[in-house]
């Protein structure tokens, strides 16, 4: 069945340093893959998101591309802040749009 | 416009008792899915209804069952609870079920303590 699989956290960085979460899925056909953020205290809001091959998400400095030859949607920024720290939800939607699967989540810490 | 909304924000039940939790979606959303997390994971997906209608189940057990109204608000109901139950339970609406890139807007959750 289709899965997604995020590297184990927490991950922990100085302010300005750049982010890699690795995320990787296993899916038939084509499906969507999204990246969702979890502030503390807040609910689960979309960060950005890709619903092509090479397709390249982007949001709040953020950026993701959808590899389908290597089966992976890795997220990047270059240059974190503090306000970053939150737990970050790779998630993949299959054909059907009905089903939104998401990795295990990714916390991370921002020192200043 | 509101947000995604849920209640109640936290519950506390015993063994064997039944929940019932509620949804109430953006304005306009049709569809409403359903996600269990626990702490630690990542949201499991439950259920997804659209115009009132089941059209999606993931792999929970008949104790799990749900409904949406005309009004397109939801329930989720679990009975013979289980001390494994304990989660954040999210409600998420989107516009439609027939994209797979439909954006979802996810409410505060609500948080089921089993004792």
């Known amino acids: 069945g289709n899965s997604v699989t995020q590297m184990e956290g927490p991950v922990t960085l100085s302010e300005e340093a750049f982010l890699t979460i690795n995320c990787t899925y296993t899916?038939?056909?084509?499906?969507?893959l999204f990246w969702y953020v979890q502030y503390p205290g807040e609910g689960l809001q979309l960060l950005l998101k890709?619903?092509?091959?090479?397709d390249k998400g982007s949001n709040k400095g953020f950026e993701a591309t959808y590899r389908k030859e290597t089966t992976s949607f890795h997220l990047e920024k270059g240059s974190v802040q503090v306000s970053d720290s939150a737990v970050y939800f790779c998630?993949?939607?299959?054909?059907?749009?009905?089903?939104?699967?998401f990795g295990a989540g990714t916390r991370l810490f921002v020192k200043a | 416009d509101a947000g995604v909304t849920q209640s109640p924000t936290h519950l506390i039940k015993t063994r064997g008792q039944h929940v019932t939790l509620r949804c109430s979606p953006i304005?306009?959303?049709?569809?409403v899915s359903w996600y269990q997390q626990v702490l630690g994971q990542g949201p499991q997906f439950i259920f997804q209804?659209?115009?009132?209608?089941?059209?999606g189940r993931g792999n929970f057990p008949d104790r799990f069952s749900a409904r949406q109204f005309p009004n397109y608000s939801s329930e989720l109901n679990v009975n013979a609870l289980l001390l494994g139950d304990s989660a954040l339970y999210l409600c998420?609406?989107?516009?439609?079920?027939?994209?797979?890139?439909?954006?979802?807007?996810f409410g505060p959750g609500t948080r089921l303590t089993v004792l």
């Open positions: 998420a609406s989107s516009l439609n079920r027939q994209e797979r890139s439909n954006e979802q807007f």
């Open positions: 899916a038939t056909g084509y499906p969507s």
């Open positions: 890709a619903t092509k091959a090479d």
């Open positions: 998630a993949l939607s299959d054909r059907g749009g009905f089903k939104t699967i």
């Open positions: 304005s306009g959303h049709k569809s």
């Open positions: 209804y659209y115009e009132k209608e089941e059209r």
